[in-house]
């Protein structure tokens, strides 16, 4: 068995691909071969599989009518060949645009290259011969020409726009190839390929620079990728072409379901690059969670044609991930422009799922526990905007703190200080005394700090905020997270239980940036500080008996793991549905060497069992807003059985133990 840094990104679905805008002058072939030959021995110095070139790269696009001068076609097929050994030598497969004659016609194709020949040849489907755009002058569409194969040089290769090509040596790998304007159309040939089974689609393109056409262009891209859920890579010729009427800039981009992973500089005259790693596996996984993909039925019938995509040398040290979609914390933006923008949008949706019940109930009172720590803080913020937004006083909302054997001053003071600010109601309600007579009642020592020692005190204070709502005619807003979900953090039928669960969405990575954006621009002065300083706070459920000089004996992430690990797991096991080894690389490849391989796994496992063990909680939580694109509602996104067994999960994990080097 391989160690677990040996292995390779390849094992868990990442190819790694290269769009580039090569130097060329137009109509120099030996020129523009010898271009294209040194950006692939760059693009696989840098760990690239396939490169993708422009549209008639090999000519350049802009040779008007001397595409009909036979030298120039000629000498085009004869780089053809010399490009696929130059692939070949560089180790990687490559697309390539030419124009190329067959039976009497000229078609602007694609070829693609692998192995040390041509693997097969797309024609362009829409020709555009409009406004500065004349292409129907030489070329004919793909539509009027017959799919067969075409003999260049000694060997035959498949030809036509029915063509997807599949990588043997990597399941899932599947090419479909469109040419420019085809994206343009109203119906992209590569939303066709994409539902016959094609996972990364590629566009070599001469799309000239107009005012406004960059932004155009982008969106097109990255939403197309969303719509195919698939990898779009597009490639767009450079400045080189001939400036006689247009402007080309070489802009060429990479983007995966939605998210652009890279992109190049434009307006340059050397070579340009992007390269990133494609996540296969992730793409497959989305098409299997959508039944709209699954309904969908392609056009026309496609010829699978097989190739190998090149693989890494046997030993080579495997390069990071180039990645940018990886991060630490899948749920925060790294951006802070975004970042509050993000906060802002879950804190409306949040305040609106409660306004909504409140005006559906009638309720015009609710109670909340407020114990100064992050989730109940986040939880009375939002309390309070959707009572201003459903036109309500801020007096009925009655928070009620209830300190016991863990509590301390800090918490309680915070909790204190951010009821007044926000104009609630605010009552102290110590739980002590009655859980000592309920120890007691049930013949429990006080001095026995375990498990029922805790959950007494938590179901006290859900007693006691249940009560309460009943008293005054409310009902109780929950304040657990998402993340307190997946782990089953939370007391069934104690803090686990409310009428309204409005941080269920919110994984608890994110809650602290909500706190901080809260304190950054809701508040000003002193109220700000309070946030600032709650949010600085250990995370702890304070129900340990506080040590010499009321130190804090409890912290949360020293029992159950850091929150960031457990975070990363859950967006990365649920949101995706990887496998322990996968997700393990990833954290790998994320957290570098903040944490030991060991320590990963320990965490891993603790969440895998903690997350099937403690399914019965979520299947019995209440009703509570969806904010992102995990969530654990049994009533929404996860419908798990309580009784289901994680030993598969736990075996891949214990397996992956084993692997690691010390």
């Given at each position: 068995?391989?160690?677990?840094?040996?292995?390779?990104?390849?094992?868990?679905?990442?190819?790694?691909?290269?769009?580039?805008?090569?130097?060329?002058?137009?109509?120099?072939?030996?020129?523009?071969?010898?271009?294209?030959?040194?950006a692939m021995s760059a693009a696989a110095e840098r760990g690239a599989r396939l490169a993708l070139f422009p549209e008639l790269c090999i000519t350049a696009y802009s040779c008007g009518d001397l595409f009909f001068q036979p030298l120039l076609?000629?000498?085009a097929l004869a780089a053809v060949g010399r490009l696929a050994e130059a692939a070949d030598r560089a180790g990687l497969a490559a697309v390539v645009g030419l124009p190329l004659a067959v039976e009497g016609k000229l078609f602007n194709v694609a070829a693609l290259l692998a192995g040390g020949r041509i693997v097969g040849l797309a024609p362009k489907s829409f020709l555009p011969s409009t406004g500065e755009f004349?292409?129907?002058?030489?070329?004919?569409?793909?539509?009027?020409?017959?799919?067969?194969?075409?003999?260049?040089?000694?060997?035959?290769?498949?030809?036509?726009?029915?063509?997807?090509?599949?990588?043997?040596?990597?399941?899932?790998?599947?090419l479909g190839i469109e040419i420019c304007e085809d994206l343009w159309a109203i119906s992209p040939p590569s939303g066709d390929m994409a539902q016959a089974g094609a996972t990364v689609l590629l566009n070599g393109s001469a799309s000239n620079e107009l005012l406004g056409k960059v932004e155009y262009r982008r969106d097109l891209v990255r939403q197309q990728s969303a719509r195919s859920l698939a990898a779009y890579l597009y490639a767009g010729a450079g400045p080189g072409e001939s400036t006689t009427d247009l402007v080309w800039a070489g802009h060429s981009m990479i983007a995966e379901n939605g998210a652009i992973l890279a992109e190049t500089e434009r307006f340059k005259f050397s070579t340009q690059m992007a390269v990133a790693d494609v996540d296969v596996q992730r793409l497959l996984g989305e098409r299997l969670r959508?039944?709209?993909?699954?309904?969908?039925?392609?056009?026309?019938?496609?010829?699978?044609?097989?190739?190998?995509?090149?693989?890494?040398?046997?030993?080579a040290a495997q390069p990071a991930l180039i990645r940018p979609l990886l991060t630490r914390m899948p749920f925060v933006p790294a951006d802070p422009a975004r970042r509050a923008e993000h906060c802002r949008e879950i804190f409306n949706i949040q305040a609106t799922g409660l306004a909504k019940r409140l005006l559906h109930t009638g309720s015009?009172?609710?109670?909340?526990?407020?114990?100064?720590?992050?989730?109940?803080?986040?939880?009375?913020?939002?309390?309070?905007?959707?009572?201003?937004?459903?036109?309500?006083?801020?007096?009925?909302?009655?928070?009620?703190?209830?300190?016991?054997?863990?509590?301390?001053?800090?918490?309680r003071g915070n909790a204190e200080k951010l009821a007044e600010h926000?104009?609630?109601?605010?009552?102290?309600?110590?739980?002590?005394?009655?859980?000592?007579?309920?120890?007691?009642?049930?013949?429990?020592?006080?001095?026995?700090?375990?498990?029922?020692?805790?959950?007494?005190?938590?179901?006290e204070r859900t007693q006691i905020l249940m009560d309460v709502a009943n008293k005054i005619g409310g009902f109780v807003v929950g304040t657990g997270d998402l993340s307190e979900l997946a782990l089953g953090w939370a007391t069934y039928n104690g803090d686990h239980m409310s009428m309204y669960h409005v941080c269920a969405g919110v994984p608890k990575t994110l809650v602290r940036y909500l706190v901080d954006w809260a304190a950054e621009e809701e508040f000003r002065g002193e109220a700000a500080s309070v946030l600032r300083d709650i949010s600085a706070t250990p995370i702890t459920?304070?129900?340990?008996?506080?040590?010499?000089?009321?130190?804090?004996?409890?912290?949360?992430?020293?029992?159950?793991?850091?929150?960031?690990l457990h975070d990363f797991f859950l967006y990365n096991a649920i949101r995706y549905g990887f496998p322990p080894a996968k997700v393990f690389f990833l954290a790998r490849q994320a957290f570098g060497g903040d944490y030991a391989p060991e320590?990963?796994?320990?965490w891993l496992r603790v969440f895998y069992r903690r997350f099937f063990s403690q399914q019965f909680k979520r299947s019995a939580m209440p009703d509570g807003p969806k904010v992102g694109s995990v969530a654990l509602s049994p009533r929404g996104d996860w419908r798990m059985p309580s009784d289901a067994s994680a030993a598969s999960w736990l075996a891949e994990v214990d397996a992956l133990a084993k692997t690691v080097v010390k």
């Open positions: 068995m391989r160690t677990s840094s040996e292995f390779s990104p390849m094992d868990f679905g990442f190819a790694r691909v290269a769009v580039v805008s090569p130097e060329l002058r137009v109509a120099d072939v030996q020129f523009n071969a010898d271009k294209l030959i040194e076609l000629r000498d004349y292409e129907e002058r030489w070329f004919t569409p793909a539509a009027r020409c017959k799919a067969q194969p075409v003999r260049i040089g000694d060997a035959e290769a498949p030809f036509g726009p029915d063509l997807i090509f599949a990588a043997e040596n990597m399941p899932g790998f599947v959508s039944n709209t993909y699954s309904a969908a039925q392609p056009v026309r019938a496609y010829r699978r044609v097989a190739f190998e995509l090149p693989e890494p040398a046997a030993g015009k009172v609710v109670t909340i526990g407020l114990s100064g720590g992050l989730d109940s803080t986040l939880a009375l913020l939002v309390t309070a905007r959707a009572f201003d937004l459903a036109g309500l006083p801020r007096a009925g909302i009655h928070a009620i703190t209830m300190p016991g054997f863990g509590t301390t001053p800090r918490t926000l104009g609630v109601g605010f009552r102290t309600i110590p739980i002590t005394d009655a859980v000592r007579q309920h120890f007691k009642d049930i013949g429990h020592d006080e001095n026995l700090h375990d498990v029922t020692y805790e959950n007494a005190q938590a179901r459920p304070e129900l340990l008996p506080l040590g010499k000089e009321g130190a804090l004996e409890q912290k949360t992430e020293d029992t159950i793991g850091p929150y960031e320590t990963i796994l320990k």
